[in-house]
C-alpha cells in the first residue's frame, strides 16, 4: 500500500511542478506582450492551466504526502528531514497560491515587467531541488 501511494506521490508532484514552472512562464509572456487578443489568450491558458492541472496535482499530491506521513509516522516523525521537507513544501504552497493571485490580477490587466515574474519562476526549481535532495538523501 506504501509504495502505491508513494507512486501516486510522486506523479501528483510532477504534474504539480509542470504547471508551477509553466505558469510563471505564461505570465512572463503575458507581462511582456503588447497584443490584447494574446493576453486574452494567455489568461485562458492560465486558468485552465491552474484550475485543472495545478490544483488537482496539489490536491493529490498532499493528499498522499499526508497518507505516507501517517503511515510510516513511527520511521519519519523522529527525522529531522522530513521536517525541513515540510517547511520546503509549505513554500512551495505559498509559491502555488501566490500564482494565483498573479493570475487573477493578469487576468484583470493589471500590468507587471517581465522580470518579477523570471526571478519567480526559478524560485520552485530550487525548492524541488531541495526536497527532492531531502527525500532520497535523508541526511539528518
Known amino acids: 500500500m506504501v509504495l502505491?501511494?508513494?507512486?501516486?506521490?510522486?506523479?501528483?508532484?510532477?504534474?504539480?511542478?509542470?504547471?508551477?514552472?509553466?505558469?510563471?512562464r505564461l505570465f512572463v509572456y503575458h507581462a511582456d506582450t503588447e497584443s490584447q487578443a494574446v493576453r486574452d489568450q494567455l489568461?485562458?491558458?492560465?486558468?485552465?492551466?491552474?484550475k485543472f492541472i495545478?490544483?488537482?496535482?496539489?490536491?493529490?499530491?498532499?493528499?498522499?504526502?499526508?497518507?505516507?506521513?501517517?503511515?510510516?509516522?513511527?520511521v519519519i516523525a523522529r527525522s529531522y528531514w522530513i521536517w525541513i521537507k515540510?517547511?520546503?513544501v509549505l513554500l512551495v504552497l505559498g509559491n502555488h497560491f501566490l500564482s494565483n493571485y498573479y493570475?487573477?490580477?493578469?487576468?484583470?490587466g493589471v500590468s507587471y515587467k517581465?522580470?518579477?515574474?523570471?526571478?519567480?519562476?526559478?524560485?520552485p526549481t530550487l525548492l524541488l531541488i531541495c526536497i527532492v535532495l531531502l527525500a532520497v538523501l535523508k541526511p539528518f
Do not use: S
Open 103 to 108: 493570475r487573477l490580477q493578469l487576468a484583470r
Open 4 to 24: 502505491w501511494i508513494k507512486a501516486i506521490h510522486i506523479i501528483g508532484f510532477t504534474a504539480w511542478f509542470a504547471g508551477i514552472f509553466y505558469i510563471w
Open 54 to 74: 495545478m490544483r488537482p496535482a496539489m490536491v493529490i499530491t498532499l493528499a498522499c504526502g499526508v497518507g505516507l506521513f501517517y503511515l510510516q509516522w513511527d
Open 86 to 88: 515540510v517547511g520546503l
Open 43 to 50: 489568461a485562458i491558458m492560465e486558468r485552465k492551466l491552474y
Open 114 to 123: 517581465g522580470r518579477r515574474f523570471r526571478f519567480l519562476n526559478e524560485v
